[in-house]
């Protein structure tokens, strides 16, 4: 069974960082696409970074240059380094793979950024 619980949010100044990780189990995370999406309050859920199994990243352009995504082999755990965060970064987090033709979400971790 595939799982992913994600930690590290929190409540963060303008300017802080943050640093998320999502802990999948019931597949091998090296050999698929492992993303983190975002919801703020009233809108939709959008893409923030992907990293593929070949270790190639993607990210939204607002975040570029500020967040990072990183897998960390020896924790088994999927990372998203969020610096310099702004108000609009607040939203609930959430981590997403699609293995075997199935998409698979954690419960999410609710990040609040105040000025």
């Known amino acids: 069974q595939v799982r992913l619980v994600e930690s590290g949010g929190g409540l963060v100044q303008a300017g802080g960082s943050l640093r998320l990780s999502c802990a999948p189990s019931?597949?091998?995370?090296?050999?698929?696409?492992m993303g983190w999406y975002r919801q703020p309050p009233g809108k939709q859920r959008e893409s923030v970074a992907l990293?593929?199994?070949?270790?190639?990243?993607r990210y939204e352009d607002s975040v570029k240059g500020r967040f990072s995504i990183s897998r960390d082999s020896a924790k088994n755990t999927v990372v998203l380094q969020m610096n310099s965060l702004k108000p609009e970064d607040t939203a609930g987090y959430y981590c997403?793979?699609?293995?075997?033709?199935?998409?698979?979400w954690g419960q999410g971790t609710q990040v609040t950024v105040y000025s």
């Open positions: 997403n793979t699609d293995y075997s033709y199935s998409d698979y």
């Open positions: 990293i593929s199994s070949g270790g190639i990243t």
């Open positions: 019931g597949i091998d995370f090296r050999r698929v696409t």
